[in-house]
């Protein structure tokens, strides 16, 4: 396997890891509903920004 295969498996991995940190940290000071809408919303956005790919 590729070194740069390897490096983006660990990553990913250690962005896995700390997305639960960071959402364990946020529900302490934000609602669960308004974390929920902002995740929509943010991906909306990336979405909008993005070309349509057409199979």
């Known amino acids: 396997m590729p070194l740069n295969h390897r490096l983006l498996a660990v990553s990913v991995a250690v962005m896995w890891g700390l997305n639960f940190v960071a959402i364990h ?5 934000f609602p669960p509903m ?22």
């Not at 940290?25 to 000071?29: F, G, M, V």
Request: glycine share 0%.
């Open 25 to 29: 940290a946020s529900l302490e000071h």
């Open 34 to 55: 308004f974390l929920v809408a902002l995740r929509f919303a943010l991906m909306s956005m990336a979405r909008l920004r993005s070309p349509l790919v057409a199979n």
